[in-house]
T-cell receptor, first 116, second 114 residues
Framework: KAGVTQTPRYLIKTRGQQVTLSCSPISGHRSVSWYQQTPGQGLQFLFEYFSETQRNKGNFPGRFSGRQFSNSRSEMNVSTLELGDSALYLCASSLGAGMSMNTEAFFGQGTRLTVV | AQSVTQLDSQVPVFEEAPVELRCNYSSSVSVYLFWYVQYPNQGLQLLLK??????LVESINGFEAEFNKSQTSFHLRKPSVHISDTAEYFCAVSASGGSYIPTFGRGTSLIVHP
């Protein structure tokens, strides 16, 4: 079956702009989580959605937001982009809600966002 | 809250040599532990996980990790590495009950030389 699909793979934006990233989970998976990966901070949890509801949120400013649709597809939005937002944004899907529910998280290849 | 420390940012090793990637964690509650691998330009793939039961867990490609509660460690080992094992390895922890926010280590770059 198809894996987790993230679009676009690469993106270049200017400071102050906003951006929307998309994630299509594996068919049947209802949980989608987002992570930011940077060389300096490593992998940091942004938020998790399960059945269209945000269940958990990491320690990121309100400029970072997301949503999940009824077909489990998810979007992440970052407004007023800053240079420090340049990162690889990873999406992961799982059957249940989170690692603690004994379900494996499958990651997409990520969207590489560069803010100039 | 949990934290994860991967003690080595980079581990160079020759092909067919054994390797150990170290991971220590801290948490005030019981945890689940994971190792993920990330190949260049790819997302993360689950390598193995400890949820409960036997403290020694194995992956299908020869890696194993042992949960040591007293030392709060979950080190990853392989007795003989291949060139294809070159990748970034991440240790992760999440609380075993209630709401969770997974915490990842900074990653260890395993570089296998011929």
């Amino acid at each position: 079956k198809a894996g987790v699909t993230q679009t676009p793979r690469y993106l270049i934006k200017t400071r102050g702009q906003q951006v929307t990233l998309s994630c299509s989970p594996i068919s049947g998976h209802r949980s989608v989580s987002w992570y930011q990966q940077t060389p300096g901070q490593g992998l940091q949890f942004l938020f998790e959605y399960f059945s269209e509801t945000q269940r958990n949120k990491g320690n990121f400013p309100g400029r970072f937001s997301g949503r999940q649709f009824s077909n489990s597809r998810s979007e992440m939005n970052v407004s007023t982009l800053e240079l420090g937002d340049s990162a690889l944004y990873l999406c992961a899907s799982s059957l249940g809600a989170g690692m603690s529910m004994n379900t494996e998280a499958f990651f997409g290849q990520g969207t590489r966002l560069t803010v100039v | 809250a949990q934290s994860v420390t991967q003690l080595d940012s980079q581990v160079p090793v020759f092909e067919e040599a054994p390797v150990e990637l170290r991971c220590n964690y801290s948490s005030s509650v019981s945890v689940y532990l994971f190792w993920y691998v990330q190949y260049p330009n790819q997302g993360l793939q689950l390598l193995l996980k400890y949820l409960s039961g036997s403290t020694l867990v194995e992956s299908i490609n020869g890696f194993e990790a042992e949960f040591n509660k007293s030392q709060t460690s979950f080190h990853l080992r392989k007795p003989s590495v291949h060139i294809s094992d070159t990748a970034e390895y991440f240790c992760a922890v999440s609380a075993s009950g209630g709401s969770y926010i997974p915490t990842f280590g900074r990653g260890t770059s395993l570089i296998v030389h011929p």
